[in-house]
Nanobody, 117 residues
Framework: VQLQASGGGVVQAGGSLRLSCAASGGAFSGHTMGWYRQAPGKQRDMVATVTSGGITDIADSVEGRFTISRDNAKNTVYLQMNSLKPEDTAVYYC????????????WGQGTLVTVSS
């Protein structure tokens, strides 16, 4: 199984970026896809997740600025990030997991987002 993330980069505060993550190499169903981020010296935190049924969970710190969506046919999840702040600077990791049997949990390689002030 491979999760290929793309879309990171450098942007000025107030700008926007769109992250994409495509899953391949497996037959997935009933799974949640999402984005987590890890800033230097900090733990990895959930940013946003979306279930196969479209139910989303958004971190308070990005609520109203970030939007998560997914294309089930393409096994792809997107993160639209608007009004970016310097504190959004982090490595963003894509995640795919299923919490009931058969369970699985996969991570992408991470994509760096840098927001300059």
């Amino acid at each position: 199984v491979q999760l290929q993330a793309s879309g990171g980069g450098v942007v000025q505060a107030g700008g926007s970026l769109r992250l994409s993550c495509a899953a391949s190499g497996g037959a997935f169903s009933g799974h949640t896809m999402g984005w987590y981020r890890q800033a230097p010296g900090k733990q990895r935190d959930m940013v946003a997740t979306v279930t196969s049924g479209g139910i989303t969970d958004i971190a308070d710190s990005v609520e109203g600025r970030f939007t998560i969506s997914r294309d089930n046919a393409k096994n792809t999840v997107y993160l639209q990030m608007n009004s970016l702040k310097p504190e959004d600077t982090a490595v963003y990791y894509c995640n795919l997991k299923r919490v009931w049997i058969p369970c699985y949990n996969y991570w992408g390689q991470g994509t760096l987002v840098t927001v300059s002030s």
